[in-house]
């Protein structure tokens, strides 16, 4: 068996690993129009700010060391440029000289994606860069290290965060425009505050909720042009707005594409034409949560499709299932993780949903060390997990990644609480923050808490602050009256039950409580989820 | 309706909160034996050491915040010491003159565990102490500010464990003396290695296989006096050596109790008598691995079934489905967790399994700050995870909490290599040691990859280490032979094919690389699992 795998990253270097474990046999080609395999794409941003030292540690293997521990040849500087199904052969181009046809039983297509480069006046210059390969990353640093001292990244996603970050460790003036007017679109707006303050605290100066126009030439340097007429002077330039799936050839050769332009794929990762499969960037899978297509140019996915196409090619069923878009970024010292979809997204789908906040602390709140937890839960209202959003210093990965894992299962909501985690007190409290969550969601559906939302609160409703006066003094939502949760049974004769109330405290917790004793002695009332810190998140 | 709580603590308090949140107008009534009501006892021994500095700090709650929060009458110091189940009353003493009855409509056993003390002559001296209570925490202090310097402690599990750190802490000379030949036997001994080398490190003396059986008075000081005679000099001694529930009271009421002495409940936590309900330490669970019982003295567990008593004492239907296990130790720079039952265990069962040992990296092996953590995942032929057990620098309560949360959902071994984690070079890699963990296991099970173990090394069959000469020269398995991955292809013809070979690396990756090899060019082969590593924890 004869199998040509076009692009030599993640999932195309990783099914050629695996398809020479399951058949030493085989002839396997890989073809990469680049100068490199098999290279850790994800660890760029941190060579070129110095935090990983060795250029080479970047490079997980090489054309030679694939091809004595995988038998495999590696062509690079070789680009696929036509696919011809009906006859399985590609066309290579080495060089303008030297262009030729390949046969294949079997062809794997692992273009990835490319950062897209809007059709932007000026943005040709050299100086106009992506971070997306080593060269990439090599001409970024060459011009680093020829003087350039201020950069402005376009785009605030995950790449362009990191790389923002990095820079700095360069001693660079970074600037991040961005269109959305918030940090890291892949959360919501208000969970995405506590990452523009890490980012401005760091001295970054962010630029959210603008476009870019045009980027001028000026005698020595460039000016970004925002809309409103706002130049930003910079010697470099840093294109980071999004990618698009490298599905050209794809195209050419008449697969199916679906509508943002990705390869279709079957849940064997088979193309519309049954030899030809395809993986990682390129391709679009299922979205388990909406029961639709989604793309996840992640390289978790990339991987797993890699080793579930070698084993369809040598004859072993095996599905890829659909992706979460489980993810997570190091920003400073914070990290930002999500998976499944945001509330945004929830609203343009028109999905009836529900939402809850809560700030629990990393660790047990006693031991040294632990810090609050940014959460939020969206479900629906049959308990369906939608997506989780959690910012923090510390163990944000854990409780994404157990959320990750219920969310596989097809746990609802309130089943988190019942997750049993290990616990001591370095590590979490008793009850972790996921179980908060579960049990947070249990009284939403349930009915025994009726949550309020800071981003939708009813001018006419009293907020009542259950916290200590110390703590309402030292800042609370306007106009809140503080009657602290241990006076409020004896001071419920101060209230009117014919009045609606929403009860506040620090994270909620308190004003849980708050909301039941008031419910039960018969007042109308609703609990504001994640209190007075979602409410900062959301009036920083 | 009026409900009596026996026992302030996890279980206790808990119930008592969260019964008062679903039922404003119940009479309460919280009886708790000692000075202390809901406090940290997972605290204890970092306050101890005085990494948690305030001892306020481990007071969670207390008798008047109970009153004030919960509107829930605490009374201290007051011992239930009969439970007429007829009657529907309890007896309590306050104090020796002041003994009086209560009755109660539903009544909840939350009367937790003790420490063992063995009979072991000698045992009653002052000097022998326990680490359970804030008064024994507070004795242990006042002992070691006294001038005690030298500190035995036996029993070497987790509250054994960190009572030596913090005792170390405080500049004691320390001495664990275990019965076992390891130390933590929640999991098994190769896997505790690095533990037994980080309290060394750390200056801590380790008495394995050893038994106590005496302390002997000296003029101002103590001897525990060991197995063969050995004399270990101390001024405190603290016994760790497993608790007992604490039943007296339930077996004395007729309440049907386990094999070990645990309250029997139902799977709505009712005892045998319908109106009394028992959570913590006290009571014996599902162990929904064996399908039988089982007894995990931990916080979480009874944190869960408090909430889960007090949702079916006020007619919510609520099911406790059982403990898994989980549990996490600090220890040093180091984490140790697992989850399930142990290989030792499960040789006692009698039931079949595999195992498989791993040793990935906890961040990209690229980014700097990441550390090898040692796994082991104990699973049926039909996949069903048995266990698992993990020990490490970084990360080890993410994965623990990850295979928690598959285990709970019956997920197979072979199935946690689909889990879609987070990923980020500083978190983890594009496979996460989970997806590795469950890649592994389905190539054991269906053959892909068969493995040989450390403790199980046949005598006649050659090792191939097919590592760097430079790393097998740094040291290797006693008798293996090098042959470098990248040139075995090329040196086959070195090897005879009727004889049984055992491939081996550093972690076991290129161990299997080399299996498949070999085996597709005809010879026959298993491959070490956990390789060098694993086998310098067999042989440290
Ligand atoms: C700076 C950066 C940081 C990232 N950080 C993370 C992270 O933290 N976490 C995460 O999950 N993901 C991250 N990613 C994304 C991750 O790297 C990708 O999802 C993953 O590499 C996709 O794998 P792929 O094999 O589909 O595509 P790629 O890795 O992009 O590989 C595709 C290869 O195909 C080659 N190719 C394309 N067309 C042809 C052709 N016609 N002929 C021959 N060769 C061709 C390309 O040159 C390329 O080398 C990051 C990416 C970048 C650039
Ligand atoms: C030093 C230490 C460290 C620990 N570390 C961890 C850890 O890291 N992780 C973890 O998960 N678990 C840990 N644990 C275990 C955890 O604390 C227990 O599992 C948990 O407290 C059990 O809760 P419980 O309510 O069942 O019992 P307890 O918390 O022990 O409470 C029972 C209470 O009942 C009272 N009582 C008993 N009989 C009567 C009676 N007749 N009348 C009135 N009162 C009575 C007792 O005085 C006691 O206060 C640790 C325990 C200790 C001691
Ligand atoms: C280098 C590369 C080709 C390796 O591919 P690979 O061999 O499939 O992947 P790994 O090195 O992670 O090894 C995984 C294999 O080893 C096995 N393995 C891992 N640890 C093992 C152990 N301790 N014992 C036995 N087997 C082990 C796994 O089961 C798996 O084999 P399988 O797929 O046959 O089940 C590929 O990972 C790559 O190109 N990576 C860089 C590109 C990239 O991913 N970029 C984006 C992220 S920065
Ligand atoms: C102090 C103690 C009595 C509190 O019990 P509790 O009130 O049930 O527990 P918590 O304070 O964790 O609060 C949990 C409740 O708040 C709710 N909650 C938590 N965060 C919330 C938020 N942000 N918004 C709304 N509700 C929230 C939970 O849903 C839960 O309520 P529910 O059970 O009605 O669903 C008990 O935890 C205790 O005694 N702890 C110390 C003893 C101990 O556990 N020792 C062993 C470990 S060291």
């Known amino acids: 068996m004869k199998v040509i795998i076009v692009g030599g990253v993640a999932a195309g270097a990783g099914t050629a690993a695996r398809l020479r474990r399951l058949d030493e046999k085989a002839e396997i080609i890989l073809i990469e129009r680049g100068e490199f395999i098999s290279y850790a794409n994800c660890g760029l941003p941190y060579h070129l700010g110095g935090v990983i030292p060795e250029r080479e540690s970047l490079l997980v293997s090489t054309k030679d060391k694939f091809a004595a521990r995988f038998n495999v040849t590696v062509r690079t500087e070789s680009e696929v440029i036509a696919i011809d199904p009906k006859g399985h052969k590609v066309t290579i181009r080495h060089n303008v000289n030297d262009q030729y046809d390949e046969s294949y039983d079997k062809l794997v297509i692992a273009t990835g994606s490319s950062p897209i480069m809007a059709p932007i006046p000026g943005i040709d210059d050299p100086r106009v860069m992506r971070l997306w390969s080593i060269p990439d990353m090599d001409a970024i640093d060459l011009h680093i290290k020829a003087g350039a001292k201020r950069a402005v990244v376009v785009g605030a996603g995950f790449i362009g965060l990191e790389t923002a970050e990095n820079l700095l460790e360069r001693d660079m003036d970074v600037t991040v425009v961005e269109l959305l007017d918030q940090v890291l679109p892949t959360i919501d707006k208000e969970m995405s505050t506590p990452l523009a303050q890490e980012l401005s605290r760091h001295g970054i100066t962010l630029k959210l909720g603008k476009k870019v126009n045009a980027i001028d030439k000026q005698s020595d340097s460039l000016a970004v042009v925002l809309d409103g007429d706002e130049k930003l002077p910079a010697d470099l ?10 599905s050209e050839l794809a195209k050419a050769a008449g697969l199916e594409l679906g509508p943002r332009g990705h390869i279709v794929v079957n849940d064997q990762l088979q193309t519309s034409d049954p030899d030809i499969y395809a993986a990682g960037d390129a391709v679009e899978v299922m979205d388990p949560i909406t029961g639709g297509k989604t793309a996840v140019p992640l390289a978790g996915p990339a991987n797993k499709q890699a080793r579930i196409v070698a084993d369809n090619i040598v004859g072993r069923p095996s599905r890829y299932l659909g992706s979460y878009g489980a993810s997570i970024l190091k920003l400073g010292s914070l990290a930002a993780a999500s998976i499944g979809i945001t509330e945004r997204r929830l609203k343009q789908l028109k999905l009836d949903y529900q939402k809850i906040y809560l700030h629990p602390s990393s660790s047990a709140s006693y031991y040294p060390g632990g810090s609050p937890l940014s959460m939020k839960l969206l479900f629906a209202p049959d308990g369906k997990i939608f997506g989780a959003q959690i910012v923090g210093n510390n163990g944000v990965d854990k409780r994404i990644d157990v959320i990750a894992t219920a969310m596989m299962n097809g746990m609802t909501a309130p089943e988190l609480a019942a ?8 590590f979490n409290s008793a009850k972790d923050p996921v179980n908060f969550a579960g049990m947070i969601a249990e009284n939403v559906l349930n009915g025994d808490s009726q949550l309020a939302h800071v ?8 907020i009542i602050d259950v916290r200590e006066s110390a703590e309402h003094e030292l800042g ?9 949760l241990a006076s409020l049974r004896e001071r419920l004769g101060e209230l009117d039950k014919n ?10 917790l308190r ?11 018969g007042f109308t009332v609703r609990n504001l989820s994640g209190a007075y810190l979602t409410w900062k998140h959301f009036n920083p």
Chains 1, 2 share one sequence.
């Open 455 to 462: 981003d939708d609160l009813p001018a006419d409703t009293t």
């Open 511 to 521: 004003g849980y409580l708050a909301e039941r004793i008031m419910r039960q002695n």
């Open 499 to 508: 009045k609606p109330y929403i009860t506040s405290c620090q994270s909620g």
């Open 237 to 246: 330039v840093i294109m980071s707005i999004g990618v698009k799936p490298n």
């Open 476 to 484: 609370a939502i306007p106009n809140s009256i503080n009657i602290p």
């Open 419 to 426: 997750i049993e985690l290990s616990y001591a007190p370095p």
